[in-house]
């Protein structure tokens, strides 16, 4: 029964940290705490289910074309929004995302209403196969499987390539990188691009089985906050494993005390953590 929660958590852990990625890299890289975030993945579902709805394209399928339309919403966003409120004083860039995020989710009801939307007989059914003794949902494997591997792939493109490097030493010293001849103001666009493409991938992955509505994506929300915060701002391994262990704590908090208070468990985990290292478990 353990091992069958552990599991559960462990597949949910995956989703959660690919959502927490792209908040880890706007928060870590240029100081901005996007309140937006949660709508953008909650747009990248609605995007997922109209395309299955108008033209018949399974979610699945649809990822790439997610990735790519979140990746342009992400670049017109700072380049609309943030970047006129990126030197601002204060609480103004933070308070320019909360207006952004309430104009989003606004739009939402207003286009497309209240009313619950399901996407219908998916690619991968809900069917449960029998692995080393444990039930696992066919649809929630590959969505814990395209998670990690596209998790991956962003630490690979952060570690690999040139503008991979280039956001990174952006993040460490930004004078020093314009000095280098880094385009900060494109990286920083960039930046936002690949927040966007990685909801916009976790929320294809998502909406074969999550029901699509406005407040869809609140809590996903709240979670990639404690995520980055736990795992440490901008680093994507700490990222993936912080996601991981909330995963774990949310299925057997869920088990131990019951669903209805299983997220004081993983709020309990996030606060004796960063008690114990304030800049997360990876943090520097």
């Not at 649809?139 to 395209?146: N, R």
Request: glycine share 10%; aromatic share 12%; charged share 10%.
């Amino acid at each position: 029964m353990i091992g069958q929660i552990i599991i559960n958590g462990m597949l949910n852990g995956f989703v959660y940290a690919l959502v927490a990625v792209g908040l880890s890299l706007t928060w870590g890289v240029m100081d901005i705490v996007n309140f937006a975030h949660g709508e953008f993945l909650l747009w990248g579902m609605y995007g997922a289910f109209w395309i299955w709805a108008l033209i018949g394209l399974d979610p699945l399928l649809s990822l790439p074309i997610m990735v790519v339309l979140i990746f342009i919403l992400g670049v017109l966003v700072y380049l609309i929004v943030i970047r006129r409120v990126l030197n601002a004083p204060g609480l103004t860039a933070l308070l320019a995302t909360f207006g952004l995020s309430m104009v989003l989710k606004n739009l939402t009801q207003f286009f497309w209403t209240a009313n619950y939307r399901n996407v219908t007989n998916p690619l991968v059914s809900n069917k449960s196969i029998k692995l080393l003794g444990m039930y696992i949902r066919q649809d929630y494997l590959v969505a814990a499987a395209g998670a990690l591997l596209l998790t991956i792939l962003v630490m690979t493109f952060m570690d690999k390539t040139k503008t991979g490097v280039a956001i990174k030493a952006t993040s460490m010293n930004k004078q020093a990188a314009q000095l280098m001849g880094i385009d900060t103001n494109k990286i920083y666009a960039i930046t936002f691009g690949l927040s966007g493409a990685c909801v916009g991938a976790a929320a294809a992955l998502m909406a074969s089985f999550t029901p699509i509505y406005p407040e869809a994506c609140a809590l996903y929300s709240t979670l990639a906050f404690v995520i980055v915060a736990l795992g440490g701002f901008g680093n994507i391994k700490g990222a993936l494993f912080a996601g991981l262990i909330i995963g774990v704590a949310e299925a057997l908090g869920g088990y131990m005390v019951g669903t209805s208070y299983k997220y004081m468990i993983v709020f309990i985990i996030y606060l004796v953590v960063i008690q114990i290292r304030p800049r997360g478990l990876f943090g520097w």
